[in-house]
């Protein structure tokens, strides 16, 4: 690995090319935080491609991509003498060392639930209305309602055991159920919000991530159609003129492989 002077002189190469490029470059020129902002989203996504599929080399390549807008984003802030990138590292390492008083002070903790309760309280205290303050609106509903769950639990409002959080499943899936019975559309999607959600608790405690649970099930599925759809091109046959069962053939094999 490189020493912290090459990490440092390879940092520097960045912010000297991202001078550059914003000096002379037509399209660099022309960027604002706005035009850069679904870009940016789009790596980020890419990054979290990468980390799902483990590829190494893929991931070290989506973290350039992601480092170069944060370096892109601190030079539009400089030119505007708003904030440079000496003020962005410094803003989140003076952060770090105010959450982290068990690191930087004489706080005790025994575990990293107690890490996340600190964090938590110590946001109120900087001025926050609500734990909630910090979870982005935009964020997907899946990861939005997983990082709700972990903000509340941050400040004790938990379950206490599992089985009190999957009784709770089965709650909420008889209320759909009774209202699919009904058939009020309206009813029915709210109760489908309540078992997902619990849902989305339920998988806390196990410790299973559920946006990358789901994600690995989309590429699972995705795999195994695609060899479906290979399988009935060989056979010069479109998959609306196959049956269920002949499809049900070659996805049972897709399953096997």
């Not at 539009?76 to 708003?82: A, F, Q, V, Y």
């Not at 009784?167 to 919000?193: H, P, T, Y």
Request: aromatic share 8%.
């Amino acid at each position: 690995m490189n020493s912290r002077a090459n990490q440092l002189q390879a940092f520097d190469r960045l912010l000297t090319i991202m001078d550059e490029l914003r000096a002379q470059c037509p399209w660099d020129k022309k960027q604002t935080m706005e035009t850069l902002r679904h870009l940016t989203i789009e790596e980020t996504y890419e990054l979290g491609d990468a980390i799902l599929d483990h590829d190494l080399q893929e991931i070290k390549k989506e973290l350039g991509d992601v480092l170069l807008h944060i370096v892109f984003y601190a030079k539009i802030g400089s030119e505007t003498n708003d904030f440079d990138i000496a003020d962005v590292c410094n803003g989140i390492c003076d952060k770090l060392i105010g959450r982290h008083p068990h690191i930087y002070g004489d706080v005790k903790v025994d575990n990293e639930e107690d890490v996340k309760r600190n964090w938590e309280n110590l946001k109120l205290k900087e001025g926050k209305n609500s734990v909630l303050e910090g979870v982005p609106k935009s964020l997907p509903a899946l990861v939005k309602a997983n990082r709700i769950q972990e903000k509340v639990a941050g400040v004790g409002f938990d379950w206490e055991a599992p089985h009190q959080v999957w009784e709770k499943v089965e709650e909420e899936l008889n209320e759909f159920k009774a209202e699919v019975q009904s058939g009020n559309q309206d009813k029915m999607e709210s109760e489908f919000g309540d078992v997902m959600f619990s849902m989305v608790n339920y998988a806390r405690f196990l410790n299973i991530n559920p946006e990358n649970a789901l994600e690995r099930t989309n590429k699972k599925f995705s795999k195994r159609f695609q060899y479906l759809e290979n399988k009935a091109k060989s056979l010069n046959k479109p998959l609306k003129d196959m049956t269920l069962a002949e499809m049900d053939v070659f996805w049972e094999e897709a399953k096997m492989l």
